[in-house]
């Protein structure tokens, strides 16, 4: 069964970095392009990252560009957020998603294949 399972949020103090991961499992995921959202407390899921099934291709949220970088390893299927200089407006529950193949099929997508179940981020002042 295809799964996506996060891991690595944790409580941080602003100005450090954490790595998240996302493993998969079931489809051949290394086929799909593969992202971040994430979601705070009571604001809607916004977009992070994606990159594409071959990790040649990325694309970030302003907010994400400069601090952030995405990647991945087929070989292992798993998914990577580094997020550096984290600030307390990074804290949120940040998921990964797979869809389509490109960074434009994630992107314009209205509707994701598969998503994961979210790992917190806490980042404190």
């Known amino acids: 069964q295809a799964r996506l399972e996060e891991s690595g949020g944790r409580l941080v103090q602003a100005g450090a970095s954490l790595r998240l991961a996302c493993a998969a499992s079931g489809p051949t995921f290394r086929s799909y392009a593969m992202g971040w959202f994430r979601q705070a407390s009571g604001r809607e899921r916004e977009f992070v990252a994606v990159i594409n099934w071959s990790g040649t291709s990325t694309y970030y949220s302003d907010s994400a560009k400069g601090r952030f970088t995405i990647s991945r390893d087929n070989a292992k299927n798993v998914l990577y957020l580094q997020m550096n200089s984290l600030k307390p407006e990074d804290t949120a529950v940040y998921y990964c998603?797979?869809?389509?193949?490109?960074?434009?099929?994630?992107?314009?997508?209205?509707?994701?294949?598969?998503w994961g179940q979210g790992t917190q981020v806490t980042v404190s002042s």
């Open positions: 998603a797979a869809h389509g193949s490109s960074t434009t099929d994630f992107v314009q997508s209205e509707r994701l294949d598969y």
